[in-house]
């Protein structure tokens, strides 16, 4: 065929594939309603209307095995009155035909007539059964169903049509088996929510538990070391300072586990947000620190309304800030802020020319409760950068940094395509 030929062309045709090769039309309408996103009953309706239609048959059920592989359980059926489909829900491995090709594994064809059991060859005759079929449907060497064919006429089984409907019964089985893990993944993904309900009201709970007496326990530390400071030696003041300093620490930890809670699951007010102006806010607020600290500081001259959480891009634009002061060093002399924009993001970035990020593993700087080597001197509770994460990507954009040694810049893009 390609002896004088470069490469050969052929445009799919659904209808053309029909003309040539109708089996292989049968078999590709069924692989594609058996990948496609209706539910496991949708799909083995549309597969036995196929069967019916092709292979000219009159009733057509479809049993899937259970867990203790002793029993299959009807999970479709067609062309049987529904009055009639009780006595068929549920066959032992070890009774009738369709028992025998689960056991046997093996496509089983026969005439009514020729069964053995007399009451079931009476009941067929009833019905107008002459031949009945039953395909075992086998995955990864599993057999996870039957198929059980019946037909009021005789049906002539070529080897073609025989590895037709084997193939067909491939296809159902590999329809079934991904059924079954997609049901095992969602029970996994519910435990998998269910677990971080409880962990989170757990922290929440925790947190507001701990809040109030730390803040009692500051409170009368501090008391402590004003009203009876005089009295107390070199030790005693240090042991008063040491109390409110954790006591303000446990504060800290509580309000960040709060705000970590409220940033996965708190919705968003989407609105025009005026970021120029947040900044101004923060640069104000800080401006003691960076006087002090001798921080220079820049920013955008001008930045567009954009549509966002308000109080979400603060906490976003303040946490990196405060990143900066802690965890930069005392070489930091600079905070810059920018801005740019391309056609599906707003982005901003937070520079310092302070001490350089090392890790092997980008992604760890953004996870809860971790903090690296460098940052064990300073205080924080390893929540600031996992804060900004969730609030970014609930702004359907992300965040990630660049370091090298007094260059470290960490960007945010916000989707522009965000409405109220």
Not at 146 to 172: H, Y
Request: with cysteine; hydrophobic share 40%.
């Amino acid at each position: 065929m390609l002896v004088d030929k470069k490469y050969v062309s052929v445009k799919f045709s659904h209808a053309k594939l029909k003309r040539r090769h109708e089996a292989l039309a049968v078999l590709y309408d069924i692989g594609s309603d058996l990948t496609s996103s209706l539910g496991l009953p949708e799909i083995l309706d549309r597969a036995m209307v196929k069967v019916c239609h092709h292979f000219k048959v009159d009733a057509v059920r479809i049993y899937v095995m259970d867990e203790t592989q002793t029993h299959l359980n009807l999970a479709a059926y067609k062309g049987i009155p529904q009055t009639e489909v009780d006595d068929l829900r549920r066959i032992e491995v070890g009774e009738g035909f369709s028992g025998k090709a689960a056991r046997t594994r093996s496509l089983i064809a026969q005439r009514v007539s020729d069964l053995e059991n007399g009451t079931r060859i009476s009941l067929l005759h009833s019905k107008g059964f002459n031949v009945i079929i039953c395909v075992p449907l086998i995955v990864k060497d599993r057999v996870v169903g039957v198929m059980n064919l019946a037909s009021k006429r005789m049906i002539t089984l070529s080897e073609e049509r025989i590895d037709l409907l084997i193939a067909i019964g491939n296809q159902i089985a590999i329809a079934i088996n991904v059924a079954e893990l997609y049901a095992d993944l969602e029970k996994k993904v519910e435990e998998i929510k269910e677990k971080k309900r409880e962990l989170e009201f757990f922290a929440y709970t925790m947190s507001h538990d701990l809040k109030n007496p730390a803040i009692g326990i500051a409170g009368f530390a501090n008391l402590m070391s004003k009203k009876y400071g005089h009295k107390l030696d070199q030790k005693g003041k240090m042991y008063c300072d040491h109390m409110q300093r954790a006591a303000e620490q446990i504060e800290r930890f509580t309000t960040d586990i709060n705000a970590y809670i409220k940033s996965t699951k708190a919705p968003l007010t989407i609105e025009k947000t005026d970021v120029r102006k947040i900044i101004t806010d923060i640069r104000h607020e800080l401006s003691p620190t960076l006087k002090n600290r001798k921080i220079k500081w820049s920013e955008p001259r001008a930045i567009p309304e954009i549509m966002a959480d308000r109080m979400g891009i603060t906490r976003v634009l303040r946490n990196l800030i405060d990143n900066a002061l802690k965890h930069a060093g005392k070489g930091l002399t600079k905070i810059a802020i920018a801005y740019d924009q391309d056609k599906d993001f707003h982005l901003f970035s937070v520079a310092n020319d302070g001490a350089s990020i090392e890790t092997h593993e980008p992604e760890e700087v953004f996870r809860a409760f971790r903090r690296l080597p460098a940052s064990a001197k300073t205080e924080g509770t390893g929540l600031g950068l996992s804060i900004v994460k969730e609030i970014v990507e609930s702004h359907k954009g992300k965040v990630w940094f660049e370091s090298k040694p007094n260059d470290t810049r960490f960007h945010v893009s916000i989707s522009k395509h965000l409405k109220p």
